[in-house]
């Protein structure tokens, strides 16, 4: 089972860029990495994922290492909004499987 | 307004009593999961289901049981509760479509068994 690594938590200022670490070194070439964040008293919610290329989207972008063993979510301007824990996953490609970890708490200082 | 819907949100029940969490989404996925959340160890997959009478077990399938009988309810049952099954669960779908797999979350139930 392909597993992730991420720091524990992380603190960032307000309207700076925040970059979140991932480590996936028993990645597949069929695993997509995807990355979901968690509000406080809500249920995760969908950010981002890719395979190979860097990907970006309106709430986020993420940077894909070469060799696919990391990756990075990277936020361009943090918010108070954006304080939450977030969570990077492998899901196998066609697999059904999704495996969270522990994510990240991310604090946002005003 | 597309969403999963759980109940109860709230749930507190006696060892050994049966229960059901309904769990009911209005996008026409394919595929719904379900998942518990607990201090420490993060979200956990439960089980899953792929389609209509196809389910599949997750990371941490004892003691909870699932039917699909149609595509948009997908109930977890907890046949004999235990104090460990006290939890945080969530459930969510997703479409089956190749490329697209982002999952949308239910609200929660918090379950306490005592």
């Known amino acids: 089972d392909a597993k992730t690594t991420q720091p524990n938590s992380m603190e960032s200022n307000e309207e700076e860029p925040v970059h979140l670490p991932c480590n996936h070194s028993?990645?597949?070439?069929?695993?997509?990495i995807h990355w979901y964040r968690q509000l406080p008293s809500q249920g995760p919610e969908y950010v981002i994922h890719g395979l190979t290329s860097n990907v970006n989207n309106r709430m986020a972008s993420l940077a894909i290492a070469e060799d696919r063993k990391s990756s990075t979510l990277i936020l361009h301007r943090a918010t108070l909004r954006d304080a939450a824990v977030y969570y990077c996953i492998l899901r196998d490609h066609p697999g059904n499987q999704f495996y969270f970890g522990t994510g990240t708490s991310l604090t946002v200082i005003p | 307004e597309a969403q999963v819907t759980q109940n109860p949100r709230y749930l507190i029940t006696v060892t050994g009593k049966k229960l059901t969490v309904t769990c009911s989404q209005n996008?026409?996925?394919?595929?719904m999961s379900w998942y518990r959340q607990d201090p420490g160890l993060g979200l956990r997959q439960i089980y899953y289901?792929?389609?209509?009478?196809?389910?599949d077990k997750g990371d941490v399938p004892e003691g909870y049981k699932v039917s699909r009988k149609e595509k948009r309810n997908f109930p977890l049952i907890l046949e004999s509760p235990s104090p460990n099954q006290t939890s945080l669960y969530f459930c969510?779908?997703?479409?089956?479509?190749?490329?697209?797999?982002?999952?949308?979350f239910g609200p929660g139930t918090r379950l306490t068994v005592t």
């Open positions: 028993t990645i597949s070439g069929t695993d997509y």
């Open positions: 996008m026409n996925h394919e595929y």
């Open positions: 969510a779908s997703s479409p089956a479509r190749l490329k697209s797999y982002e999952q949308y």
């Open positions: 289901s792929m389609n209509v009478e196809v389910t």
